[in-house]
């Protein structure tokens, strides 16, 4: 087998994974392919999850014959989808083991000193906007900043849309097009906005359920998030595959690979690279650090729940420090924490990989941003080099 068969035969596994899932056997069925940008339409039959996982171990060990030519990527996700399949398959791994083999990093507590920086910061721009930063306030806040329709939410996002994608085009190359089309859902799940679809445009969807509160700061920002940061850098990625300079199969975008987490942090962390505080509106950049707050409070709460400690006190321990957060989505958060191994590790993400990548927006000079951001959009980065170079010292991670 050439190593260019043994890349379409995996294009073949996740397309036929995929299809397994939702063949209406299981009722556990996960996403395998989220964005789709492969132009290769291999699809290989499976009747099982346990199949899958021999033909994966078979194809990682046919890869690792080919040695330092195979994509280090493509290693690094098949690495992860064992370790999933293995999961969903009953493997009882360790949160911080499972977090590990999965996405590649350690899965720690944000520590105390970095939780009480960030509630200075949220204190200082209530203070700003007029407001205490506590429960008795949280009302006010809604009044005077909740949006309260998805249809004025996809308004306000699309107004500042420009303003972020103009910043990010003084750094990278952005697509003279961005077929984006917007959509609303209502399901019960963490996710406020998801991007899904592939070569044939991409959807940006708003969850409206009831469980997700929107403010018009936030609106502000989410476009730095969805738009110049997952949009802009997937259809980077995408023309890596178009050009050949990539494998055909690193066009297929799952949500338990290691990228996406790199992804996710970059997302999170871009207004700090490409605007600065200064300049945001006190509402957006409040917002910004209460979504901050909240993926560390919640990532330390599932740590604490998952070390088996009464919900008691994760509950307490986030009602204490997000004041405005609606009490059902903190109760939605800590629950849903614990259901499919994904979920488990994916929501835990977001802090760990925000911190990274805002620790180099941080310390990075002026003048290395644009090469930093190229690094991430025009090639699709290593997360295994990325965690093992990244700051992850007691000052952002420790005990809790
Ligand atoms: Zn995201």
């Not at 708003?206 to 997952?230: K, L, M, W």
Request: glycine fraction near 6%; charge should be negative; aromatic fraction near 10%.
């Amino acid at each position: 087998m050439t190593l260019r068969e043994a890349y379409d035969e995996l294009v073949g596994l996740y397309r036929g994974w995929h299809v397994l899932e939702h063949s209406g056997i299981y009722t556990d069925a996960q996403d395998i392919i989220d964005l789709d940008f492969c132009p290769d339409q291999h699809c290989t039959q499976f009747s099982s999850r346990r199949e899958v996982l021999t033909d994966l171990s078979r194809l990682r060990a046919d890869l690792i014959r080919y040695g330092p030519v195979v994509h280090p990527v493509v290693l690094e996700d098949l690495n992860a989808s064992q370790v999933f399949l293995r999961a969903l398959l009953g493997e009882s791994l360790s949160f911080r083991h499972f977090v590990l083999e999965l996405f590649g990093f350690d899965a720690r507590p944000v520590s105390f000193k970095r939780l009480l920086a960030i509630l200075g910061e949220i204190n200082r721009l209530a203070a700003e906007l007029g407001m205490e930063y506590s429960t008795q306030d949280r009302q006010r806040y809604f009044d005077r900043f909740k949006v309260n329709s998805a249809v004025e939410v996809e308004t306000l996002i699309r107004s500042s849309q420009s303003h972020w994608i103009d910043r990010l085009s003084r750094f990278v190359d952005i697509p003279a097009y961005l077929p984006i089309k917007t959509e609303i859902a209502e399901e019960d799940k963490p996710w406020s906005f998801s991007v899904t679809g592939g070569s044939r445009g991409i959807t940006l969807t708003i969850n409206s359920h009831s469980r997700h509160t929107f403010t018009v700061g936030q609106c502000d920002y989410i476009p730095s998030h969805e738009v110049a940061g997952h949009v802009v850098q997937f259809l980077s990625w995408s023309k890596l595959v178009s050009e050949e300079t990539v494998p055909a199969v690193l066009g297929l975008i799952s949500t338990h690979h290691p990228t996406i987490v790199l992804s996710e942090g970059l997302s999170q962390a871009l207004p700090y690279f490409i605007s600065s505080e200064f300049e945001m509106k006190r509402e957006t950049l409040f917002a910004k650090k209460l979504r901050e707050l909240r993926d560390m409070v919640l990532a330390n709460a599932q740590i604490m729940l998952l070390g088996g400690q009464p919900i008691d006190s994760a509950w307490d321990y986030c009602t204490g420090a997000l004041h405005f957060v609606e009490e059902a989505e903190i109760e939605r958060e800590l629950s849903q924490r614990s259901l499919d191994p994904l979920q488990r590790a994916y929501q835990f993400c977001y802090a760990p990989s925000f911190l990274a990548y805002k620790s180099i927006a941080d310390s990075i000079d002026k003048r290395d941003v644009g090469p930093f951001l190229h690094s991430q959009y025009q090639a699709i980065p290593s997360p295994k080099k990325f965690w093992s170079s990244s700051d992850c010292s007691d000052n952002v991670f420790g005990g809790l």
